[in-house]
Structures are given as structure tokens and as C-alpha cells.
């Protein structure tokens, strides 16, 4: 399983991301794909998923209303919008899978739920 992200970069506040995550290797359309982010001293936190053909999406509370998660299953492909990003927004960008079949969604916002990581996109918000 391969995941690999693009879309990082350096704004400034107010401004707009988006990242994306391109998966092969396995039967994509079986698992739960999910943003992290981590920022230096600070544990990777979950910042939302998308779950098995992208009906139920989940966010963390500090991104509801302003991150969108959303996937395009001919492409392999999930994205992250990110809009009125904010300072604290800043870190590196991981994307996850995994199969968490009974255990989503109370599992989706822990690390290590997943086996599958890509190798993190930097976001800087200055």
C-alpha cells in the first residue's frame, strides 16, 4: 500500500489549502481514509475522514465548517479543502488508511488505528 500526498505550501491567515492523497496497492474502495496532522513537540492529532464510497465524513472540532475531506474513487484519490486556515493549522500533513471495519468511527481520530501513512505534506500559516 502506497499513499502519497501533494498540496502543502505556505499562506497566510484567511488563506486556502488544498492537499490530496493518491493510494494504491489495495482494494481502496474497503477502507477508511483520514487526514493528521502533527506539529513539532505535539502528538499527531486526527483532522477528519471519509469512509467507504465517501458517505460519512467526519471532522475534528477545531476544522468543522472551514476543512472538507471528500474523495474521488476513479482516481484513487482523497483531498483536503482548506479554507480560513489559521496559524495553529500549521504542521505537517499525513494521510492514513486502513480497513477499521466495527471499530470506525470511534477509531478514526487515533494513529494508531493505522497501519498505512503516507510519507506528510508541510503546512506553514504565517
Known amino acids: 500500500v502506497q499513499l502519497v500526498e501533494s498540496g502543502g505550501g505556505a499562506v497566510q491567515p484567511g488563506g486556502s489549502l488544498r492537499l490530496s492523497c493518491t493510494a494504491s496497492g489495495y482494494s481502496y474502495s474497503t477502507y477508511s481514509m483520514a487526514w493528521f496532522r502533527q506539529s513539532p513537540g505535539k502528538e499527531r492529532e486526527g483532522v477528519a475522514t471519509?469512509?467507504?464510497?465517501?458517505?460519512?465524513?467526519l471532522y475534528a472540532d477545531s476544522v468543522k465548517g472551514r476543512f472538507t475531506i471528500s474523495e474521488d474513487t476513479m482516481m484513487n484519490t482523497v483531498s483536503l479543502q482548506m479554507n480560513s486556515l489559521k496559524p495553529l493549522d500549521r504542521g505537517i500533513y499525513y494521510c492514513?488508511?486502513?480497513?477499521?471495519?466495527?471499530?470506525?468511527?470511534?477509531?478514526?481520530?487515533?494513529?494508531?488505528?493505522?497501519?498505512?501513512w503516507g510519507q506528510g505534506t508541510q503546512v506553514t500559516v504565517s
Open positions: 492514513a488508511a486502513e480497513d477499521l471495519g466495527s471499530r470506525w468511527p470511534e477509531a478514526w481520530k487515533y494513529a494508531s488505528s493505522y497501519r498505512y
Open positions: 471519509i469512509y467507504v464510497g465517501g458517505d460519512s465524513t
